[in-house]
């Protein structure tokens, strides 16, 4: 709301984030977006050898693996290392993922995020 006295004195100028209601739209939206990407690709999550998630944090991730059931063996997570840089935690991740030796080639590699602005994103690469 714009500044005024009264809406100043309320704390109704700021922005106001719902964390529970994010949380809960950033898993229903990332498993629905990686969801579409193996329909589309006719792959099941089973055949998924790694999967990267944005790295928001953990209970996202957790939920998000257990909602959509890949493993958390097949998970990259590094949000204990590098913690949520916003658009880079995908691709510093699968660097990370790289440099482990956690892809080989011909691995199907899911990549999924949710970030600023509710927007969410998936995507499948053979390696």
Do not use: C, Y
């Not at 099941?44 to 958390?72: C, M, V, Y």
């Not at 097949?74 to 658009?87: E, L, M, P």
């Amino acid at each position: 709301m714009p500044p005024t006295h009264e809406t100043v004195d309320k704390n109704l100028h700021t922005v106001q984030m719902k964390g529970n209601e994010v949380f809960k739209h950033a898993v229903k939206t990332m498993a629905l977006a990686a969801g579409k990407v193996l329909e589309a690709a006719n792959v099941k999550p089973e055949d998924i050898n790694l999967f990267i998630p944005h790295q928001a944090n953990i209970r996202i991730i957790d939920a998000t693996i257990k909602r959509f059931g890949i493993p958390s063996e097949k998970t990259v997570i590094t949000i204990d290392k590098i913690a949520n840089i916003s658009s880079a935690t995908i691709p510093i991740s699968l660097d990370l993922a790289v440099r482990e030796g956690r892809i080989k080639k011909g691995d199907l590699v899911l990549f999924d995020a949710f970030g600023a602005g509710f927007t969410w994103a998936a995507a499948l690469v053979r390696w």
